[in-house]
């Protein structure tokens, strides 16, 4: 199983940013995938977590009403789109994914991990 992550770049302050997750090698809607995210000299932080159906979404404190966290079960792919975007947003984003139907937030869940993408904020 890989994950590929795309869409991190650069954008300023309140802007928005789309990120995507495709998993290769699990079948079409198998498992919930995560979003996490490592800031410079901080550890691995959950940012959001989607389960196997989409019906069922959790969020960090610090992004709930900002990201949402969405998935196409017929293509494949989970999103990240993130709006009104803050300097401490800043970190390399990372998708997760584990074989079970529901989410967590703790890393350990995750068998699978793509290779991250950074996304940066500027002031």
């Known amino acids: 199983v890989q994950l590929q992550a795309s869409g991190g770049g650069l954008v300023q302050t309140g802007g928005s940013l789309r990120v995507s997750c495709a998993p290769s090698?699990?079948?079409?809607?198998?498992?919930?995938v995560a979003w996490f995210r490592q800031a410079p000299g901080k550890e691995r932080e959950f940012v959001a977590s989607?389960?196997?159906?989409?019906?069922?979404?959790s969020y960090a404190d610090s992004v709930k009403g900002r990201f949402t966290i969405s998935r196409d079960n017929a293509k494949n792919t989970v999103d990240l789109q993130m709006n009104s975007l803050k300097p401490e947003d800043t970190a390399v984003y990372y998708c997760?994914?584990?074989?079970?139907?529901?989410?967590?937030?703790?890393?350990?869940?995750?068998?699978?991990w793509g290779q991250g993408t950074l996304v940066t904020v500027s002031s």
């Open positions: 090698g699990i079948t079409s809607g198998s498992g919930a």
């Open positions: 997760a994914a584990r074989g079970g139907p529901y989410g967590y937030a703790q890393a350990r869940e995750y068998d699978y």
């Open positions: 989607i389960s196997r159906s989409g019906g069922t979404t």
